[in-house]
């Protein structure tokens, strides 16, 4: 019954103009939320509903707002979206692995690779968090999803956070790795693009940039944000320790990588 009834609400969508969904379908409402820098008060919230017409959102309504201080008011605001997307001209480019399970990645290793897969990831550069790298390789993992160091085949050594490009890059070398993860969660200013560029930079300069895959993940990293800035994947929000190690695995056996010589 409920792909029944799913197949017939897809069915009632025009996926060549798709808007956001409120109480009834293609009624257009949305919330958004933002800070602004002026002082709380009535006039902040015209201030508001005036932006949110700009945005292109009608009739729009301020529900909640709150001072802030020191001249700024924090918004939260409902209005109904004119514009549509066409879905069925969308396309992501993306990780292109088949997904495998924890047991399923050991097996894959023991079968087609042989070795045990050596994986070295840190917080780089000024980063203090570990929330993201501690949720793809430590034992607990997160949200159910187990780490890199409860797959079996797999040694993974996790650095911690402000790990300097360079302090990375040597215990990658010196334990010959066949991957370097690096999680970057702070993005002010780009600071994550200035980081990451630069730990592509030092691999090349190092030689080892066709010798180790080089992958990175964090809140704001995409597939096609980490192939442009020279890595070989990226890993966003909703990718686990499975999704990194069916890739890493896979590519290892796609470059012949088997018999890994050690790196010097």
């Known amino acids: 019954m409920a792909e029944e009834m799913k197949a017939t609400a897809t069915t009632q969508v025009d996926l060549t103009k798709v808007k956001p969904y409120g109480d009834t379908l293609n009624d257009g409402m949305m919330e958004t939320m933002f800070t602004l820098p002026v002082p709380y008060g ?8 005036q932006l949110a017409k ?3 959102l009608d009739e729009p309504n301020v529900t909640y707002s709150h001072d802030m201080g020191n001249g700024y008011t924090f918004f939260v605001l409902y209005g109904k979206c ?9 396309h992501v480019i993306k990780v292109d692995v088949e997904v495998m399970d924890r047991v399923e990645c050991g097996e894959y290793i023991a079968e087609n690779i042989g070795r045990d897969v050596v994986v070295v990831g840190a917080s780089t550069g000024s980063d203090a968090h570990t929330v993201g790298i501690d949720a793809i390789i430590n034992m ?8 890199l160091e409860r797959f079996k085949n797999v040694v993974a050594y996790n650095l911690g956070s402000q790990v300097p490009n360079e302090e990375l890059i040597a215990k990658a070398k010196e334990v010959n790795a066949d991957a370097i993860l690096v999680s970057q969660t702070v993005t002010q200013k ?13 691999m090349e300069a190092e030689g080892l940039r066709d010798k180790m895959l080089l992958c990175c993940g964090g809140p704001r990293i995409s597939h096609e944000l980490a192939q442009e800035l020279g890595y070989d994947a990226g890993f966003g929000p909703g990718c686990y320790a499975e999704h990194v190690m069916s890739y890493i695995a896979t590519e290892i056996v796609k470059r012949g990588w088997q018999k890994k010589p050690e790196i010097k």
């Open 190 to 202: 780009n600071i994550h693009i200035m980081n990451l560029t630069n730990m592509v930079e030092l």
């Open 54 to 56: 700009k945005m292109g």
């Open 42 to 49: 009535e006039e902040a919230s015209e201030a508001a509903r």
């Open 140 to 147: 607990k993992g997160f949200h159910g999803h187990f780490g």
């Open 82 to 90: 004119q514009h549509t997307v066409d879905y069925t001209k969308i």
